[in-house]
């Protein structure tokens, strides 16, 4: 018989997994795998059963919406960067030295044409003590109108 592995004539051969495909191996390339005895296609359900009274009941969590931490760089940012670029005396290939990037790449982020990468954002605002994103959480003032609108008939939990 021929190991599945290693090509090698052996008259035993040995039922493994290796990187999860069964193959028959012999007792050289069996080290590559892991044999049946040590993992089961069945999933370990630990604990048979818990004493009554200690079972733990779920507590519901609320899932946080991911656009709520999102934060949102200003619109006109690249010419923020400029003028405060300027008024700390420095031409652009001084800051981009310092911040670590590339001249071509921070003269596309204040011409608007890049947005940057928030690793640099943070150095941005660092070296230039700006602020690049927006406040976000802005509630709308309540206008009254006659109309009603998709808001008047939602519930919001919190």
């Known amino acids: ?35 049946p005895k040590t993992y089961s296609r069945k999933p370990r359900l630990g604990m048979k059963g818990s004493p009554k009274g200690t079972e733990s009941r779920k507590v519901y969590r609320p899932k946080r919406d991911v656009f709520d931490t999102l ?4 619109e006109d940012y690249g010419e923020i960067i400029r003028e405060a670029r300027i008024r ?16 071509s790449t921070l003269q596309k982020i204040e011409s608007g ?24 959480g802005g509630e709308y003032s309540n206008q009254q109108s006659k109309s009603f609108t998709l808001g008047d008939f939602i519930k919001v939990r919190k």
Not at 7 to 21: I, S, T, Y
Not at 88 to 103: P, Q, S, T, W, Y
Request: net charge negative.
């Open 1 to 35: 018989m021929q190991c599945e592995l290693c090509g090698r004539n052996v008259d035993k051969l040995v039922p493994v997994r290796v990187e999860g495909v069964e193959m028959l191996v012999c007792s050289d390339c069996a080290k590559y795998g892991v044999t």
């Open 71 to 74: 934060k949102t760089i200003v």
């Open 88 to 103: 700390k005396g420095m031409n652009i290939e001084e800051l981009a030295r310092k911040i670590g990037m590339r001249v």
């Open 113 to 136: 044409q890049l947005e940057p990468e928030e690793k640099y954002i943070r150095r941005l605002e660092k070296e230039l003590n700006i602020s690049l994103y927006e406040e976000g």
